[in-house]
């Protein structure tokens, strides 16, 4: 074993809290939902019954409508906010009460390749996975047109992403909670949103809970409501993941649903392509128009296998552009759009699970060699930089929060070979 390996293993070990593995300690110190499925395939990679745990783990906070939060609040912590006493979701252990891009699928998929043993464990966890697809469906694209909506900046999991910036303006600023922002003092506020950001991500959170968490009054309440390329893109690649398990695990029925989803939302995908940017773009559900800013989740369809052979190229020449404007790749956002920052969190900075799934994309759509110089870039920031949470592209140093859980398991993903 390699030192980067044992360094990537003990980092997932130190911030493993006994089944679940939060993020990094202090600034995250629960279990969040897109993180830990990432984290999963990382155990997977050595400790498959610990992979395994981080998924059931997860699974215990999921909601009887189906819907798996955000982050669920196994143990206490005064270093997060907003913590359970805001989200106040009524389930137990407590949870946020949105959801994050659903992943999920993939990992368990990933996870029970790597240790076909675990099949009774994948058994137990099908149905779950079932019944989260259909709350996407139900929830968040009541009138089944293949995209689903994203309601709070929070789900995307690219909270300030400036693709974002328009469709945020429209939250109001005054909140029902105190904000006492915990995250700036573990990390650079420079690094984080902004407090005005803060505020309307509050602002959200006080309408959904005044709700009753109902998903219906949430869809219909929210002035916040987008086709995010990012959430819709590992939605259709999580479909295609739970159809190869329903044909083991469920039913012929099970499957004609999953494909017939399949079909639609790779249709709806297709329509967010923008020819002249070579790159698809998230659209405003409000205004129903798109959102003309462009960002790495543009390039997400990839890794759903949704993208024509022209628009692979397309793809590609669009990345190329951007290589020519910064030294590291891919940033969050065009490093030739006036938002980008490259040091504050999703508007610029590099994100390894981000870089991961396009290399995967681009793989899978024939372009082996731009697949392997992504990966290879992405090993060679953790190996100059550590395991930070991100990584400024004109510099390559580390940003955030540092021995993180989900660029650990990224790194360990890329330099372990694959079962045969
Ligand atoms: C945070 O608190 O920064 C998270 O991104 C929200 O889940």
Redesign the pocket.
Known sequence: MTELIARDQATLRANDRGGYTVPTSRL?PFQ?NWDSAFVAMGWATFDAPRAWEEIELLLRGQWHDGMIP??VFHAPSND?FPGPDVWRSEHTPPT?GIP?PPILATAARAVLAANPEGEPRMAAIFPRLLANHRWWERARDPDATGLAATLHP?ES?M?NSPAWDAALRRVPTDTQTPIIRR?ISHVDAAM??RDDEYRRFIHLVDLFRETGWNPARQYAASPFRVADVATNAVLLRAERDLLALAARFGTPADSQEIGARIERRARAIGGLWDAARGLFLARDLVGDAPIRVSTSAGFLPLYAAATTPEQTASLAETYAHWARACAWMIPSTDPTDPAFEPKRYWRGPIWSVVNWMIADGFAAAGRRELAALIRAQTCRLTERSGLSEYFDPTTGEGLGGAAFSWTAAVDLLLRTPAPA
Do not use: L, N
């Open positions: 995250y969040w955000h982050i997060y946020s994050q929070w999991g909270d995250d984080r949103p």
